[in-house]
């Protein structure tokens, strides 16, 4: 069984060796850093972190400014706070920053154990696998895959995709899916349906030898 990844974010040498030695005993895996630089991103891209543990005084940056930029890249790994703010609105701001919890410095080692624990275990049940033939659908991280390869996809794409999904073998218009998709887009036409539609098909089946989605003359597409 695959252990849990553990991605560790403090500047203080001692507390992050601390860190490391105290969950690797735990069975975890942990992969640390003591600042914010190009390797880290690179890890979050390459690596399934289970976790991250974030302190927010970091060498030339916030913590919470790292994990807002993640997020909005897509990233929901899960993230608790290591941090010596220890005021009541330091706190506050953290779980407004998307903190999943909260540890203030000094911590008790088995209290930080316990809270690891039992977010790992929240997260893991709330990593909600929708299955339609061999594409399976990632609902916390919001990704599709074929075959455990993630399909890469525009915003539109996988809103398209996953309007399909909710509507599996249902006949649905094109006039729907400009109402579901497309929302409040100004680029309202029944032929960017189509267009939409087409390269959609060549990412998720580019030999057409799947038949994910198949049009319907006159009356729209079936998934």
Known sequence: MKKDLIL?????????????????????????????????????????????????????????????????????????????????????????????????????????????????KRSEKKLDIIKVKDIVYLTLKKKFYINEKEINLTHLEHDLLLEFFKNKDILLSREHLLEHVWNDSYDKKLKTVNVAINRLKAKIDPDLSKEYIKSVRSEGYIF
Not at 9 to 30: A, F, Q, R, S, W
Request: proline share 3%.
């Open 8 to 120: 560790l974010v403090e500047d203080e040498e001692d507390i992050l060796e601390l860190l490391e030695y105290t969950l690797e005993k735990e069975g975890y895996e942990t992969i640390g850093f003591l600042n914010v630089n190009d390797k880290l991103y690179k890890v979050l891209e390459e690596e399934k972190i289970s976790l991250i543990l974030m302190d927010r005084n970091l060498p030339g940056i916030e913590g919470s400014t790292f994990i807002e930029d993640i997020r909005e890249k897509g990233n929901n790994t899960p993230v608790i706070y290591l941090s010596a703010k220890d005021k009541d609105e330091d706190i506050l701001e953290g779980f407004e920053k998307y903190a999943d919890d909260y540890i203030t410095k000094p911590f008790k080692i088995n209290e930080l154990k316990a809270r690891i624990k039992s977010l790992i």
